[in-house]
């Protein structure tokens, strides 16, 4: 052991720290083309990524345009079946109310008829009356 202690030369050790130097600058050399291989995968990925999220959004926006139409037609039929619905009651109250009318016209008649009549036998009985008093005179 000694032996190999004696043989370390300051030109050996030279070499050594020269073959050191150079694996440090070879692995330097190394990460540097990793981080520039690193920053080129990750740029890839990050141009990439914003076309599916720029795909993503045209679809989404395609998507809510559609349920926006089929909403907009469901809706309008809608709309159209209760506007006839109403359309078919407010003319069945029509109806009905030209039925009340024309019974109210008629129970009108009918008062009059009846209040003629009182009046007419009114008229009667007070001419009775009077032919009475004119008699008895």
């Known amino acids: 052991m000694e032996a190999m202690r004696n ?5 050996r050790l030279d070499d050594g720290f020269d073959r050191v130097t150079a694996d ?3 692995l330097r050399g190394e990460v540097g083309f990793l981080r520039k291989e690193l920053h ?3 740029g890839s990925l990050r141009t990439e990524l914003h076309a599916e ?3 993503l959004r045209k679809e989404m926006h395609e998507e ?3 349920i926006r ?4 037609v469901e809706l309008r039929t809608e709309i159209g079946s209760l506007r006839q619905e109403l359309k078919t009651d407010i003319g069945s109250l029509r109806e009905e109310n030209k039925i009340l009318l024309q019974e109210m016209h008629a129970l009108h008649r009918t ?3 009846g209040g003629a009549a009182f ?3 009114l008229v009667g009985v007070v001419a009775a009356l009077v032919g009475v008093i004119v008699t008895q005179l």
């Open 7 to 11: 043989s370390w030369t300051d030109e």
């Open 24 to 26: 440090i600058a070879v």
């Open 40 to 42: 080129a995968e990750a």
């Open 53 to 55: 999220i720029g795909a």
């Open 64 to 66: 809510i345009g559609a």
């Open 69 to 72: 139409k089929e909403f907009k």
């Open 111 to 113: 008062l009059l008829q």
């Open 119 to 121: 009046i007419a036998a």
